[in-house]
């Protein structure tokens, strides 16, 4: 029924920047929160940033002021824009979102499949 498509991700040298982005598409009236999650070999999937559909934004600690969450909401399309990578931000980077479908207008949570972002020392 919605579909979450990431792109963005790749290798990068520490320091460097990359900006992921991540649409959804289907049966959408609208999607209401929206974020990136990411998930690195041997660890659990942790929060990175979320925003809301006024555009509230919420950070982990470790990527505040590296990093800036911002959304499109006629494009149904959330960004991430990440500067001064580390290596320790070398992980799966999953997009999330909270939508309300077409009706009988049921609030679904959805995932994309995840990008690879690459951080080299």
């Known amino acids: 029924q919605v579909q979450l498509v990431e792109s963005g991700g790749g290798l990068v040298q520490a320091g460097g920047s990359l900006n992921l982005s991540c649409a959804a598409s289907?049966?959408?009236?609208?999607?209401?929160?929206m974020g990136w999650y990411r998930q690195a070999p041997g660890k659990q999937r942790e929060l990175v940033a979320t925003?809301?559909?006024?555009?509230?934004?919420n950070y982990a600690y470790s990527v505040k002021g590296r990093f800036t969450i911002s959304r499109d909401n006629a494009m149904n399309t959330v960004y991430l824009q990440m500067n001064s990578l580390k290596p320790e931000d070398t992980a799966v980077y999953y997009c999330?979102?909270?939508?309300?479908?077409?009706?009988?207008?049921?609030?679904?949570?959805?995932w994309g499949r995840g990008t690879q972002v690459t951080v080299s020392s």
């Open positions: 999330n979102a909270a939508v309300l479908l077409t009706a009988p207008y049921r609030l679904r949570d959805y």
């Open positions: 289907g049966s959408i009236a609208s999607v209401n929160g």
């Open positions: 925003i809301s559909r006024g555009g509230s934004t």
